[in-house]
């Protein structure tokens, strides 16, 4: 996005008072980040503004000053926008190369933006701000994943399909519930984002270096122009120091993306020839090189694989920051690369994940062919445990049921009513009706169950905590 041309003129160092000897060119490179936090140019130039205007406030600053600084800034930020930023040797980071080049602009009184102000405060609200950004667009996707599983739910609500547990075919499902199965973890994920918001929009800047702004800024006017929802850091130590709010993004990213992993893991399977309850549309799968035959679902292998990544990413976090010392330290530094990361890999796996959702073709022919009889074992006992009979019982009448079927190598259902009356005396002519898979679906009609007016019943209360949330959130 920005121009990386390089002028001869080194920019000043901002901390370079009391040095005077030169640094090493290899620690140069080693120490900068702007390759890293340019991306958080333009969350850069917001908190200046907002700072401007509270040094004005404070009366730090004319007026007059700080709107010179203020549409300095603005003319810094069309020159991002436009590609058109020139980056200068020196410009060690996004704080030091935006205000050299304020100052370019508006001349000394850019000099003035810095009072009061460390980079410690600053970068620890530009990158508040950023993130705080960046999880609000993931919400809003996340929240597009969900309604496209309601929607698919909701439409094929009829289709039934076997489910599994320990991978061994357990019980009649539907697609739908499946389907709910997952929007109900993403949906944790979205409620825990939402919790996580106010704690990423805390406001750090005015806590200056360590120990607060000798200026008297008003810290509750600029949480309110910089949108912190979350208000102000209590303390400036801790301010400057805290970076729990991109662990626990990293967190959320990690723990969504083992929910979508699961998920990926289900269709490559149901996805594979044996299985072929789905089929991946052409725009998220890819061939063999070798074997013709092949469609192989690289966009869930994908996401399965970024999820073992991201879990790397939270794990550098937490080890950067355990061993740093109160207060600032620049290991902190190395946090950035691991979540921009992070945030940029879970944008894109919700988005294919959405994108494979939407295009997926189910079979149901075959889903049906993955039901057997054997799976209505337990809605045999049940049959029993409605005549009375204690369930541990029934448990082992119906285990018998099942083992006369295996030695005689023949569906259970095809058991006859003498047959199972040979087990016990209370199996009458209506156990026929056991062997409905639909039946015994319905049958589980309890509150999120496996029933068709349950699934239904889970359909509608996600739309209802879908349309809360998305007016919660608009009208904040």
Avoid at 201 to 218: E, I, M
Avoid at 338 to 346: C, E, G, H, I, N
Avoid at 378 to 400: C, N, Q, W
Wanted: aromatic residues 6%.
């Amino acid at each position: 996005m920005a121009a990386t041309a390089q002028d001869t003129e080194a920019t000043p160092k901002l901390w370079g008072g009391r040095f005077t000897g030169k640094v090493d060119p290899l620690m140069e490179k080693f120490n900068a980040s702007l390759p890293l936090d340019k991306r958080m140019w333009a969350e850069d130039i917001k908190g200046s503004q907002a700072y401007a205007k509270a040094l004005a406030k404070a009366d730090i600053l004319t007026q007059d000053e700080a709107n010179t600084i203020v549409v300095g800034l603005d003319k810094v930020a069309s020159e991002w926008t436009a590609g058109e930023f020139v980056v200068k040797p020196g410009d060690e980071d996004i704080h030091t190369a935006n205000e050299r080049r304020l100052t370019e602009l508006v001349g000394a009184v850019g000099g003035k933006l810095h009072t009061g102000r460390s980079r410690n405060d600053q970068v620890a609200t530009d990158t508040r701000l950023w993130l705080y950004a960046q999880l609000l667009e993931i919400r809003a996707s996340l929240q597009e994943l969900i309604a496209v599983a309601t929607n698919r739910a909701e439409a094929e609500a009829d289709v039934l399909m076997p489910g599994f547990t320990h991978l061994q075919q357990a019980q009649t499902v539907r697609w739908g519930h499946w389907l709910m199965s997952h929007a109900a973890g993403w949906q944790r994920d979205d409620m825990r984002v939402r919790d996580l918001l106010p704690r990423v929009a805390t406001l750090p800047l005015g806590s200056g270096a360590l120990a607060g702004n000798p200026f008297l800024v008003d810290r509750q006017f600029l949480a309110q122009e910089l949108g912190m929802i979350g208000g102000v850091c209590p303390n400036s130590m801790d301010a400057v120091s805290d970076r729990d709010f991109v662990a626990e993004s990293l967190f959320f990213a990690s723990l969504h993306l083992v929910h979508l992993s699961r998920w990926a893991e289900d269709l490559i399977i149901y996805s594979s020839g044996l299985f072929g309850f789905v089929q991946c549309s052409d725009a998220y799968a890819t061939g063999s090189s070798l074997m013709p035959q092949k469609k192989n679902p690289d966009a869930l292998e994908l996401i399965r694989g970024k999820a073992g990544k991201l879990q790397g990413n939270l794990a550098g976090v937490l080890a950067v920051l355990k061993g740093t010392p109160t207060t600032y330290n620049k290991d902190f530094q190395e946090c950035w690369e691991l979540m921009f990361d992070s945030v940029d890999a879970l944008h894109d796996c919700i988005r294919i994940a959405t994108g494979v959702l939407s295009t997926i073709k189910i079979k149901p022919e075959r889903m049906m062919k993955g039901l057997s009889a054997d799976m209505l074992a337990t809605d045999l006992a049940e049959y029993l445990v409605r005549k009375g009979v204690p369930f541990r019982e029934t448990h082992h009448i119906s285990g018998a049921a099942v083992k006369m079927a295996e030695d005689r190598g023949i569906p259970l259902n095809t058991l006859t009513v003498a047959d199972l009356q040979s087990i016990h005396p209370l199996f009458e002519d209506d156990v026929v009706m056991v062997w409905d898979y639909s039946a015994s679906a319905d049958a589980r009609d309890t509150e999120g169950g496996a029933s068709k007016r349950s699934l239904l019943q889970q359909i509608e209360k996600m739309r209802t905590y879908l349309k809360a949330e998305q007016a919660a959130a608009a009208a904040q």
